[in-house]
Each structure stands twice: as C-alpha cells, then as structure tokens.
C-alpha cells in the first residue's frame, strides 16, 4: 500500500521510521536471504554540506505478481570508510528500507569531518551493494584551490544511450549539477532508438516503474555513484510544461493533477539522494498541494557557493497560450499579461530567500546558480518580428527584473548562471538591458545541451545568434555535458559533446572551451 492511501498518523510514522539511523547489533542486517541481488539500481549520494551527506539505495526485488520483499520494514546496513576497502570505518549504521517509501534508503550521515572523501556502501539480507565514492564540502571560512563540477540534463531514454556519463566518470568531479528531466513522462515513442512499453506516467506506481526503468542504466549508476550530485527537476519529472499545480500537455487527461503531481513528488524523494528535510509537511502534505522544498545552496568554502533553484513548483501558468495550457511562441508585444508585476517563475518565498542569500555574495569569490532553463532573454526571428518562448525565464520578465535587481542592489560579483531544458549549448552574457548593446553585464551564463533528448534549432541557429548578440556561443546538435573549473583566478569551462548519442559506444570531444577570469565579466573563447 502507497503512502497516498494511508492515514496522517501512518504517513509520519513511515517517514520517522525511514530517517532514524539505528545503532549495529549483530544481527542488524542479517534477514532471510535474498535469491537475487536487491541493489540493481545502484548507489548514490547528495545534499552535501561541511559536515553531513545523504546516502542513498533502494531495494528491488520484482517478482511476477510484484515485489518479493516483505511488507514491512527493512533493516538495510551502511558503512562510510576513508577507504574502498573499508578497513578505516568512519560512520556505520541500520536504515529502515519501509514499503510506503519503495523500500528506498536516505541515510542522513552527520558529524563528518570537512572537505573529506569517503566510500560508502550497503548490506542486507547477505547482498552487498556497489561502493559509492562521496565527499563533504570545504568548510565556509577554508580556502579552497579548485572546484571541478559537471552540469547536465534532459535525458529521455527513448532517444539515446546514457553513454555521456561513461565519459563524465573520467572528469575528476567534485559534484555533479542535474538540472532537470531526470525522467520522461511519455508513453512508448516509435521514434526512439531503444524503446519501453509502459503508457504515460501517472500514478505513484507508474513514476515509481519509470525511475526504475531509467536507473539500471550503467553509466547512470556508475556517474551517480562517483560523487555527490546537487539536484533540481523541471517539468518531465511531473507533465510536460505543467506549472505549479496546473497542467501541463501531452498524455491523458487526468481530472485530479495536484494528486498526480504529489505521486510524482513522492517518486522523486524516493529516488534521488536528498534529504528528509525536503518533504516540508511530509508525503501527507503533498496531497493538499504543499511545498516539497529542493531549493538550496551549498557553500564550497570561500570559493563558491552554488544556489539550486526549483522553477516549476512555485511558478504562475505560462500566459498567452493558444490552448491554456502549456508553452507557446508567439510575439510578445501581443501579449500584454507577460508583464504583469505580480507574476512569479520561483515564487515568492524563493525569491526572498534568494534575495537573502545574495546579500552575503562578498563572502565568496564565485557566486554560482543552477535552474532549470535559459536565463537571459532570447529572441526567435520570424520574418520581421522578434517572437520569445513563454516556458522560460522570457515568460517572466517581471521575476527576472526583480532578480536582476538583486543582483544590482547586492553588488554580486562573479556571477555565473547554469541552465537547461533547451537541449541545445548557449553560451553569454547576463545584461541589465538585452535591447541596449551597451548596457551593464550582471554576470554569465553557461546552458547546456541535453544528455540525450532530440532538440530542433539547429536551421535557425544562425538567425537567433544575430538576433541575440549577447550569446557569443551556440549548438544545437550535439549531446553531452559541461565541465566548470572554478580556482580563484578564475573558471574554466569545457562543453563536452559525444559523437553520438544514439550509439551505445561513443567517442567525446571538447565543442568549446571558455574561460572567464575572476572579476572581469568577460567571456573568452579558448578554443
């Protein structure tokens, strides 16, 4: 039985049961037996601070009328060494894997020393998972030389291989940025080079099945188990272009979306490694439509601190839309609601808090943030009009001004803004004013391509680029990753693309290469 179908009382007693870490005994993880390896999905970690990481797993064991495991709770051990092998035990202890949570595992480990490696792993029932490879941050007032994090996003399964990551694991990461479409919601795709057969997603079950789908995938486990990754989502993880608890398009209609947006909510605590602390009000306060809180930062020392934003939980519905739902691109002088002062892509209560975390930016050298989708504005020429795409930050310009402002009023130095969705790399400036050439320089931005998912700009690309010449980079074809170099001099960054994302083996190779030197503002092309 899910968690949607139980009562308040059983729904906080499950969440209690899963985040308390119990101490070892001997006969703490020594079940019955299992006849098949329960960690098929690998290991992963996240939410990292100077002090603390989530651990994370989740036992499967699918039978022909559905799970194997037992319906109750599950003591699942995890050990936390300096070594892989775990001869200098720092931390150990007993999880509750419990149905009502997918029998997943967030092992919230504190009092850890900073800026310190580890490996992890689990045991249960005789089965032994996969080592995983984590670390803390540096703490707040440590200087640090370097931070080397990748960026990516947009993976659907149908449209090619995860071979992207195979090549992000010789990258030498510190963290891995998700910017959102972890999954896809669609049904069966008779476009995709490898296919599934189950409908669109919309129960708990089915994102459940989906997320399982999506993590037997090797380099995907092998990358999520080589360093903490930060995650946000976008609007694959719930329906295409759904905003807050409103719809979005494609797929069946479903009369009850704030309940299919809470299952997806659930899947995605039950798969990811983030915190308890997420669910503000419990998986109960999903179905009321309550926050479930992903935004952060993470402080890397006096190097960075990195801000992940969650711009599709708390945003107003797209306006202008021909159908009511969903996205469109049309000409925004037609549009009048788009500057409407009141309307929000973050929300309120994100925005002050961002606001308050931009107010302590002369504490870092870099000030980095990670959203979902392009920042700065972007025009699509179409014979002589300018038309924009109201899914993005171009749908709310009044937010965006308002951050901007902050930016302003805060003296933000450094600024560097990674981005998604648009499956395509754009690489520039963050100005006060796009239509003034001339007008200040906020910061940078870096948007990257997808890891997989098919975009369609490449005809036009030439076209934007002259229309918006505050990009001075874009692609639109290739498939891969960023990787971001951050020392206090200044940040490196190589856009990585794979020959093929259709192909299982593939070759990668450096697009472009950027650096921006500490306290210039200026964009150089490297090679």
């Known amino acids: 039985m899910s968690l949607l179908c139980k009562t308040r009382r059983e729904l906080l007693k499950a969440l209690a049961l899963a985040t308390v870490t119990l101490p070892l005994s001997n006969t703490a993880w020594a079940q019955k037996k299992f006849d098949k390896n329960p960690f098929i999905l690998g290991v992963a970690s996240g939410s990292p601070s100077d002090q603390s990481i989530v651990l994370w797993t989740r036992l499967v064991d699918e039978g022909a009328f559905g799970t194997n495991l037992p319906n109750e709770p599950i003591e699942v051990k995890w050990e936390l060494a300096l070594d892989r092998d775990f001869s200098k035990i720092m931390k150990s202890g007993v999880s509750l894997a419990v149905p009502a949570l997918a029998y997943s595992v967030h092992a919230e480990v504190n009092q850890l020393p900073a800026n310190q490696w580890f490996f992890y792993r689990f045991q249960v029932g005789g089965a032994m998972s996969s080592v995983g490879r984590t670390r803390t941050l540096p703490a707040a007032d440590q200087a640090v030389a370097q931070l080397r994090l990748a960026y990516a996003s947009c993976q659907q399964y149908e449209h090619g291989y995860f071979s992207a990551y195979k090549h992000m694991l010789a990258e030498n990461l510190d963290l891995v940025l998700f910017l959102g479409d972890y999954i896809y919601e669609y049904g069966p795709s008779s476009k995709g080079v490898r296919m599934h057969d189950s409908p669109p997603v919309i129960s708990l079950d089915d994102y459940r099945k989906r997320y399982v789908l999506y993590k037997q995938d090797k380099n995907l486990q092998a990358m999520h188990a080589a360093c903490p990754w930060l995650m946000t989502w976008d609007d694959h993880e719930v329906q295409n272009d759904y905003a807050g608890l409103n719809p979005g398009t494609f797929g069946p209609y479903v009369s009850d979306f704030p309940k299919r947006r809470a299952s997806a909510y659930q899947a995605y605590y039950e798969h990811m490694p983030i915190s308890s602390s997420a669910l503000i009000d419990g998986i109960d306060g999903l179905m009321k439509g309550s926050e ?155 948007c990257g391509t997808s890891i997989t998912s098919i975009g369609n700009g490449s005809k036009y690309l030439d076209a934007r680029l002259a229309k918006n010449p505050h990009f001075v980079f874009a692609e639109a074809t290739k498939k891969g990753y960023g990787v971001a170099e951050f020392t206090p001099n200044a940040l490196t960054v190589n856009l990585r693309v794979v020959s093929d994302a259709q192909q299982e083996d593939t070759t990668i190779e450096t697009l472009a290469k950027f650096v921006v030197r500490s306290g210039s503002n200026k964009i150089e092309r490297l090679s």
């Open 292 to 446: 479930m809180r992903i935004y952060g930062d993470f402080r890397y020392g006096k190097l960075a601190n990195i801000c992940m934003l969650d711009d599709r939980q708390y945003r107003d519905p797209d306006v202008c839309t021909p159908s009511g739902n969903g996205s469109s691109i049309f000409d925004p002088k037609t549009c009048p609601e788009l500057e409407n002062s009141s309307r929000t892509i973050l929300g309120g209560a994100q925005e002050k808090w961002l606001a308050s975390k931009l107010k302590e930016a002369n504490k870092n050298i870099w000030n980095v943030i990670g959203q979902p989708t392009l920042y700065a504005q972007r025009y699509f020429p179409s014979g002589d009009k300018l038309l924009i795409w109201n899914d993005g930050w171009d749908g709310f310009p009044a937010a965006r001004r308002r951050l901007d402002q902050a930016l302003i009023e805060n003296k933000v130095k450094n600024l560097v803004i990674f981005g998604g969705d648009v499956h395509e790399n754009w690489v520039g400036y963050l100005k006060t004013d796009y239509n003034k050439p001339d007008s200040a320089v906020l910061g940078v931005e870096f």
